[in-house]
């Protein structure tokens, strides 16, 4: 009786055994067929929430897999070619039936604009990364932060790791963060003796913010300019804690 029984699990495990193996046969010839089948083959490409980076050159950079079929595309390898283009953060890829696949971008922002040496514009991420710039139309309303770096040195793609730049973005960063509603008179940033310094864009005149307090402070330099007679040429000095210092200067 035992022995019955163990030819008879035996038959089980068998029949068991070779489920399994047409179960991955049958998967196997199923991918197979489905990453071979012409019905498949991308023929469309959709792209959606870009502002700054043109279908065009998104249409360009993609169509090396068109005439591939969908379930041979590699999203690794797509994304990889995509966020070669320096105003591209991230793409979300969906492949959608039978032969079209739809991109989902989202485009680093600029934050300001870098004036090399030889007196160009290159705008900047948040994180100092220089963004293309694409068209003339197309115009971001950014501050700048003047410098001495050269043209050369200023290419796409590639982060600006430079101390001064990190301060002026920081503060920037503050600024938005913590006094937003002064964003408007921000024209330039500079540095001076290794101190920031911003140019008011409605006047031209240029103040020195302090570490602390940056809405209290901002407040505090629009009630002077707006009673104290401030001439274009003047400084303002916001380092000190409940006064600010009005002295002449030159841009």
């Known amino acids: 009786m035992?022995?019955?029984?163990?030819?008879?699990?035996?038959?089980?495990?068998?029949?068991?055994?070779?489920?399994?193996?047409?179960?991955?046969?049958?998967?196997?010839?199923?991918?197979?067929?489905l990453r071979h089948l012409s019905i498949f083959?991308?023929?469309?490409?959709?792209?959606?929430?870009?502002?700054?980076?043109?279908?065009?050159?998104?249409?360009?950079?993609?169509?090396?897999?068109?005439?591939?079929?969908?379930?041979?595309?590699?999203?690794?390898?797509?994304?990889?070619d995509l966020t070669s283009i320096?105003?591209?953060?991230?793409?979300?890829?969906?492949?959608?039936?039978?032969?079209?696949?739809?991109?989902?971008?989202t485009e680093r922002e600029g934050m300001l604009y870098v004036k090399s040496f030889e007196g160009k514009l290159h705008p900047v991420d948040g994180d100092g990364m220089i963004l293309d710039?694409?068209?003339?139309?197309?115009?971001?309303?950014?501050?700048?932060?003047?410098?001495?770096?050269?043209?050369a040195t200023l290419k796409p793609g590639t982060r600006l790791n430079k101390p001064d730049l990190n301060r002026v973005l920081a503060l920037h960063k503050r600024v938005l963060k913590e006094a937003d509603e002064y964003l408007h008179i921000i024209s330039e940033y500079y540095l001076i003796d290794n101190t920031i310094n911003i140019i008011d864009s409605?006047?031209?005149?240029?103040?020195i913010p302090g570490d602390d307090d940056l809405a209290t402070q901002l407040r505090r330099y629009q009630f002077v300019q707006?009673?104290?007679?401030?001439?274009?040429?003047?400084?303002v000095d916001?380092?000190?804690?409940?006064?600010?210092?009005v002295k002449a200067g030159n841009k």
């Open 202 to 207: 409605r006047n031209g005149t240029r103040f």
């Open 41 to 80: 083959e991308l023929k469309s490409i959709q792209v959606s929430g870009n502002v700054a980076v043109p279908d065009s050159l998104i249409i360009k950079t993609a169509n090396s897999y068109l005439g591939t079929n969908l379930f041979r595309i590699s999203r690794k390898e797509l994304l990889k």
């Open 238 to 245: 916001l380092r000190f804690e409940n006064q600010v210092v």
């Open 86 to 105: 320096s105003r591209i953060k991230d793409v979300k890829i969906r492949k959608l039936l039978l032969n079209r696949i739809h991109l989902e971008l």
């Open 2 to 33: 035992r022995d019955k029984k163990r030819r008879g699990n035996s038959r089980y495990y068998l029949f068991f055994f070779l489920s399994l193996v047409a179960v991955i046969a049958l998967g196997t010839g199923l991918v197979y067929a």
């Open 133 to 151: 710039r694409y068209s003339k139309v197309y115009r971001e309303d950014l501050p700048i932060f003047s410098s001495y770096y050269k043209d």
């Open 226 to 235: 707006d009673n104290g007679n401030i001439s274009r040429r003047s400084v």
